[in-house]
């Protein structure tokens, strides 16, 4: 599942000054004022005007970002009242894919497809083209499954990072005979979205275990949650997850996960020293330096992917990860040129340089990234040997990314019987 660090505990004071909800109808066709609906808020809304501000000047377009924390509710009203803005951005596919096939969105113009096919690897073309036409265009990315560790305790205490998933569960075991005390913290609590960084390890490992095709199949419904190959996939992390002697350091057991915060609290208990390993996307980052920690491979705490299963180790071949995708809701001149320039190396730098994001654009200098972390992401989207995936929660419908797995898996940590889980999320899926 997809999360914005900058919308978490932003008011709806700040959320209004970025222009409110709504998109006020249909704009005339020949308007230069283009809006831009999102759920992006705070700080990363002001990053996002400061990063076209000059464009938009010399090309005299005004571009208007109205965040709202209920987008996806409100966008869908909107297009139901045909009131929508002029371009919006989306952090799920399967909203974005469901509004192109009602005819809410349009596809993109000659221009923009170029510009996608020249700027962006094949694998992220797929997330704004529905049916074969091409309707969106990604402008931000995450890089999801570090594995994130101390490099000086490492050096200290003679453990090195592994490159299997066997080497990591020997690794977790070693950690564990040589402190007395469980290696791994792990927090599942976010809200009405809570179970999210549950659904992320149970994703990671079915691509490192099973491969891509699996895993586009898993989120297409041809293979269901009770498949074995699924059911292996959540055996697997339970190796970690659900056991007492592995998590769930300084907050108790297992069952603590489902109460424990995903990032300040995560952070706080690598500064005490309570906590040897977590399993958490790029933007821990944000939360490992607001307590104190610098992010680097000599610095305080650094990061390695989640390893793989194959017979070579499965060497970082294959990350998942999420991002947001920005589409038209009409066809306006001064729309096709925001959507044009978003699609830019030019735009991609612009933004990434004012810190805490990366993008997907493979005209993106890594240089222009504000933190380690997010350069070592940059050179995994870049690298056309590893395999992306985009978050499959995000790309299945609401009523199973968004509902049924998110509970699936807090009842799983729990102590829930995996079956009886697994049967219920598939019972979830909407009828075609």
Not at 103 to 117: I, R, T
Not at 314 to 320: D, E, F, S
């Amino acid at each position: 599942m997809v999360f914005s660090i900058a919308l978490a505990g932003v008011s709806i004071g700040a959320l209004t000054a970025c222009g409110g909800p709504g998109g006020g109808g249909p704009a005339a066709e020949n308007s230069n004022t283009v809006t831009i609906a999102t759920n992006i808020g705070g700080e990363e809304a002001a990053q996002l005007e400061k990063s076209w501000a000059a464009w938009a000047k010399d090309n005299n377009i005004t571009i208007k970002l109205n965040t709202d924390k209920g987008f996806e509710q409100r966008i869908q009203s909107q297009v139901q009242a045909n009131k929508t803005p002029d371009l919006a951005i989306f952090s799920q596919p399967g909203l974005l894919a469901d509004l192109a096939k009602k005819k809410a969105l349009q596809p993109a113009n000659d221009e923009v497809q170029a510009a996608l096919k020249k700027n962006y690897p094949a694998d992220w073309q797929r997330y704004g083209t529905v049916d074969g036409t091409v309707y969106g265009v990604p402008i931000l990315a995450t890089v999801k499954g570090f594995i994130w560790y101390s490099p000086s305790l490492f050096a200290e205490r003679g453990w090195d990072v592994p490159d299997t998933w066997q080497g990591l569960l020997d690794l977790t075991a070693k950690i564990q005979a040589d402190t007395s005390a469980p290696p791994w913290c792990a927090g599942f609590s976010a809200g009405a979205a809570s179970g999210w960084p549950g659904t992320d390890w149970i994703e990671d490992v079915v691509l490192r275990q099973s491969g891509p095709k699996v895993y586009d199949d898993w989120v297409e419904n041809k293979i269901p949650f009770s498949d074995p190959r699924i059911q292996s996939a959540f055996e697997e992390t339970g190796k970690i997850l659900l056991n007492p002697d592995y998590v769930n350091a300084g907050f108790g057991g297992p069952t603590s996960i489902n109460a424990t915060g995903y990032g300040d609290e995560i952070a706080a208990a690598f500064k005490s020293g309570k906590c040897v390993l977590t399993h958490q996307a790029s933007f821990f980052d944000t939360f490992a330096q607001s307590a104190g920690l610098s992010v680097g491979p000599d610095a305080d705490l650094w990061a390695f992917p989640t390893p793989g299963f194959g017979a070579d180790g499965g060497k970082n071949n294959a990350v998942t990860g999420a991002g947001d995708t920005v589409a038209a809701f009409n066809t306006k001149a001064a729309s096709a040129k925001v959507l044009a320039y978003l699609a830019s190396p030019e735009w991609a730098n612009s933004r990434v340089k004012l810190g805490g994001v990366i993008s997907p654009n493979t005209g993106l200098d890594p240089d222009a990234a504000s933190s380690p972390i997010l350069k070592e992401s940059i050179s995994v989207l870049q690298n056309p040997d590893i395999t992306f995936r985009f978050d499959a929660s995000d790309l299945m419908p609401a009523a199973v990314g968004t509902t049924s797995f998110l509970t699936g898996i807090t009842d799983w940590i729990d102590g829930g019987s995996l079956s009886d889980i697994t049967k219920k999320i598939d019972a979830s899926w909407p009828v075609k």
